[in-house]
């Protein structure tokens, strides 16, 4: 049977001077197995109040290989074993050396071997067969050689020990660093870092993780300690500033590592300095305890692999916050508000979702600014933008710039509407030295069940956004299921006429314009026409804006004029020849950055002297991109290129913008040569003649369908007239015709 309790009491007698004083650390386990009592006793009283390697000892007693079996099954800490040879039978303490090391895989464990009758277990062959680490007679046991004997098996002990614990501690740090690479938030990393330095010291992971210079998506020099993560007893300092977590003794040992750049070890705390980059971090764990030599050798490795982790984690992070933002206004970008229209439209369906709206907000005239001011007006102006939608909507609302100058806001629908919108863009913004005032034109979209999923939502409000842009007497518009067919119609027309323009099917026909003073030919229109198999495939109102909108007609455009400059030549030999050929340029055109080197080149091509070539714009041209616009035009006016305004009239370009562009001649608008004919007594045609006479600039007017019509125009002094009256668009080969056979009228 086992000892009873006091048998087992920890023994702290200070034996001759071995130790200053009793100590208190944490005793040595030794289990005493002997069949022999006196033996028992003998031990107590040898081993009393002896510490070894500055600790005291722990006797458990057996008195048989049965109790020992009994006791192993209930705790293995055991440090060392003295083990009597013969008990139950004469080797039933060989068989109990091979139970400790291979049943209860005790092979930490130091075993000294004891017996009373010399021979009966020969010391090689022990040696040789089974895992003892000391063998002895009782006889020769002395106290002296007993403490020796245990003293030397606790140091071995010792030292196996601490060779595992730093396996284990490297093992885990080896499994610890795979885990912490892919992290990919540093939120995440943090909590991974403080439990795997809690899980190398044994100890409760009560700590915190600080970030240098605020949370991770700060900037800044001037921003403060900022706790990425939490755990245990800390835990609800996550997120929050340093100086508010309530503790001045763990606010300046964090601050005295980021200082000093080093660890700190404290008394009850241990602090791990970590730098990634230009990041620096600290790692604060309460240990409870001074953390012994190795330990803080493990934790400094563990530290090291963590630094390299952390570097990575914050590149990574880096990255998926470009994925994810965009850099200059760091607001989310198309991808996240994408995800964030997904999460709307899934939660469209659920009878407790708040109704909810997007709108896509384009900034008019945007280029205007960054070409007229620069890139850097440009891009505080964005930032200017973004953050006064922020201050509006981003409590409630998530905001995103999906595109150059388009931000995307979705929210609720009672904060995302038109009103509060338009509201937002009343004040100029102050962007250095300039107050700039920012119209928008908006398009809204509202999320509903089984309708798709984000980018068809973003779709949609991207549609009702053209719409709008189209409409240009609307500021905004509202997604409605027709616009979505008749986007599809558009894009169907357009991949038809892009298909037959690059199987040269388009055609362009020309229309006489007749002097109105003498009756002869002043001039002829050269005007596009996509014919089919009967008739026309679609009107020129139809195609043309679509050419335009797809970006087509800049190769349409410079198809036209090599056309219309090889019809012109043609015609040489007759002597009703027209004077000049007109043909409309479009905005994309300007923008294509070469009209007038094209130009110059194709009439070069010809060998047609500039003057013969009319280009035609319309106000609204004029009015977009002025300073573009305008530069372009006197240089092909110094070209010696001859320049009109189209449909003048019917734009909304003032007096002043007139007298800015350097043109040759007004086009008057056919709705208002119509009116002449209506009662209404053509005033406005009278109008406009009459500023073209005080700018010095020609008149023509279009649709001129009767006689009354033109006599009146001649009257009022206008220049030329074209229209069904003197002849309809032809092709080519009837306008030769049509020439060969002209009366003046």
């Known amino acids: 049977m086992t000892d009873t309790p006091q048998d087992n009491d920890k023994l702290h007698i200070i034996d001759d001077g071995d130790v200053e004083s009793i100590s208190t650390h944490e005793p040595w386990p030794i289990l005493v197995v002997d069949d022999d009592s006196e033996v028992h006793a003998a031990t107590r009283l040898a081993l009393a109040r002896t510490t070894i390697l500055g600790r005291p000892l722990e006797l458990v007693h057996a008195l048989s290989a049965r109790e020992t079996m009994a006791i192993l099954q209930k705790r293995r800490d055991f440090a060392a074993v003295l083990l009597d040879v013969v008990m139950e039978t004469e080797t039933a303490g060989l068989q109990l050396v091979k139970e400790i090391r291979e049943t209860f895989g005790m092979a930490e464990c130091r075993i000294i071997l004891r017996t009373g009758q010399p021979g009966s277990a020969p010391e090689i062959a022990v040696f040789t067969d089974y895992d003892i680490n ?253 953050a006064r939608l922020h201050i509006q909507f981003g409590k409630e609302c998530q905001i995103a710039r999906i595109g150059a100058d388009v931000f995307g806001i979705l929210g609720p629908e009672k904060q995302v509407n038109p009103t509060r919108l338009q509201a937002l863009f009343e004040q100029h913004f102050s962007v250095g030295e300039h107050q700039l005032p920012v119209t928008v034109t908006m398009g809204f979209a509202i999320p509903k069940a089984g309708a798709g999923g984000g980018n068809t939502l973003l779709k949609q409000a991207s549609i009702a956004l053209n719409r709008a842009k189209r409409a240009h007497n609307a500021n905004y518009t509202f997604f409605e299921g027709e616009m979505e067919d008749d986007t599809r119609w558009r894009l169907e027309i357009i991949r038809h006429l892009r298909r037959d323009f690059t199987a040269q099917k388009l055609a362009v026909w020309y229309q006489p314009q007749i002097s109105l003073s003498t009756g002869k030919i002043a001039g002829m229109e050269a005007l596009l026409r996509w014919p089919g198999e009967t008739g026309f495939v679609q009107p020129p109102s139809v195609f043309i804006p679509l050419a335009e909108y797809s970006g087509l007609i800049v190769d349409i455009g410079d198809w036209v004029l090599q056309t219309a400059a090889d019809a012109y030549r043609s015609l040489a030999h007759l002597p009703n020849r027209p004077h000049h050929v007109s043909v409309n340029v479009s905005m994309p055109q300007f923008k294509s950055g070469n009209l007038t080197e094209r130009v110059a080149a194709i009439l070069g091509e010809h060998m047609l002297p500039p003057s013969v070539l009319e280009l035609e714009i319309t106000e609204s041209i004029a009015l977009d991109q002025p300073r573009h616009v305008i530069s372009c035009l006197r240089d092909l006016r110094d070209l010696g290129v001859r320049i009109a305004i189209d449909d003048f009239g019917t734009g909304y370009s003032s007096l002043g913008q007139l007298k800015a562009l350097p043109i040759d001649c007004l086009k008057i608008d056919q709705s208002f040569v119509a009116e002449i004919s209506s009662g209404r007594g053509g005033m406005f045609a009278e109008t406009i003649v009459a500023l073209g006479q005080k700018l010095g600039l020609e008149t023509i007017a279009e649709g001129v369908e009767t006689a009354e019509q033109a006599g009146f125009l001649r009257g009022l002094g206008c220049s030329d007239a074209q229209g069904y009256y003197y002849a309809k668009p032809m092709p080519l080969h009837e306008l030769i015709t049509w020439l060969e056979n002209w009366q003046s009228r």
């Open 134 to 386: 000391d063998y002895c007679t009782k006889s020769e046991l002395t106290r002296t050689r007993l403490i020796t004997a245990l003293m030397a098996a606790l140091r071995s002990y010792q030292q196996i020990r601490t060779i595992a614990e730093n396996r284990r501690g490297l093992e885990l740090i080896v499994r610890a660093v795979p885990g912490l690479m892919e992290s990919h938030a540093i939120n995440t990393f943090a909590e991974g870092a403080l439990a795997q330095i809690a899980a190398l010291l044994k100890i409760p992971p009560d700590g915190i993780v600080c970030a240098q210079k605020g949370s991770p998506l700060e900037t800044g020099e001037k921003s403060g300690l900022y706790v990425v993560a939490a755990a245990g007893r800390l835990s609800g300092c996550a997120a929050t500033p340093l100086e508010k977590i309530g503790s001045s003794a763990i606010i300046e040992a964090i601050t005295h590592a980021l200082t000093n750049h080093d660890h700190v070890f404290g008394e009850h705390f241990t602090v791990l300095f970590l730098r990634g980059g230009n990041q620096e971090a600290a790692v604060y764990l309460e240990t409870g305890a001074p953390i012994s030599k190795d330990d803080r050798q493990l934790v400094e490795v563990l530290a090291a692999n963590i630094t390299a982790c952390f570097a990575n984690v914050k590149y990574v992070e880096k990255l998926n916050f470009i994925a994810y933002h965009d850099t200059l206004t760091r607001l989310g970008n198309r991808s996240l508000f994408t995800l964030q229209l997904e999460t709307a439209m899934q939660m469209a369906g659920s009878s407790c979702a708040i109704p909810m709206a997007v709108a896509l907000v384009d900034i008019d005239h945007f280029s205007d600014i960054n070409n007229g001011l620069g890139q850097e007006v440009g891009n505080g102006l964005l930032t200017a933008v973004a």
